[in-house]
């Protein structure tokens, strides 16, 4: 398991593809490892090198910090970077790893070539819901939220289609240590990327979920009109639609990546 230090953290980290193509950094939701990019594996690395890794205290990454926020997240990806030598890559963030996009394409938009913002926001939800969410864990470890994430991620029709993609999902969101997954549930309900969302100037491409009620379309289009040039697209899925439509999802991600 490929290991680099990067600001006192242990970071998990997983390159696959041609080793002389583009480089393209996937960086995933909360709650999940790299291991949720699976399904566009094969149609990525017809054409790039794949970078993938585990956020702190997600996966194989240790957290190092008694908290962290969305720049802390922002520059680990960035130290990553540095640590492998890669000067410019494309980016692509699903939902957490979409608010990193936001602040990367904002801050750090010189280390990017194409943004992909997936099922994300600038902000996720009431501060008071992911209180309760952090309170649940604490008494009931993962357990205790596992059922209600794995609703707000998935349609009604692909939990009872496709049981055993259902079932991969679940135990990733299980094997999320306790407080890693709180501390990051402190970094998403402190997070406010509204004006970062103006400055972004990378090529961007949003993607939404027509069902997604973590993040709605609306907060999707939001983030398509305050970027400048920002191409939209809405998937039939909820949340996590790179794994509900792959199909799709990789379509839309590879015809931005390739125009």
Known sequence: ????????????????????????LLAN????????????????????????????GHGGSSIAVPHFDIERLGRDAVALLDALGLARVHFC?????????????ARASERLHKLALCNTAATLGARSTWDGRIR?????????????????????????????DLARVQQMLR????????????????ADQRTNAERVRAPCLVI?????????PAEGKWLAQQITGAHYVELEAAH???????VAFNRALLEFLLA
């Open 136 to 164: 649940a864990v604490e008494s009931g470890g993962m357990d205790a939220i596992v059922a209600n994430v794995l609703e707000r991620w998935f349609t009604p029709e692909f939990r009872e289609r496709k049981p055993s």
């Open 175 to 190: 094997s999320i240590r306790p407080e890693g997954y709180t501390l990051a549930c402190e970094a998403v309900r402190d």
């Open 208 to 216: 939404a979920g027509s069902h997604d009620r973590a993040t709605p």
């Open 1 to 24: 398991m490929p290991l680099l230090q990067i600001a006192g953290a242990e970071m998990h980290y997983r390159l696959d593809g041609p080793v002389s193509a583009p480089v393209i």
């Open 240 to 246: 996590l639609s790179n794994v509900e439509v792959p």
């Open 93 to 105: 963030g699903l939902s957490l790893g979409g608010v990193v996009g936001i602040w990367l394409g």
């Open 29 to 56: 939701s909360l709650g999940t490892t790299l291991d949720l990019w699976d399904a566009q594996m094969l149609a990525l690395t017809r054409h790039f090198r794949v970078l993938r890794y585990d956020m702190r």
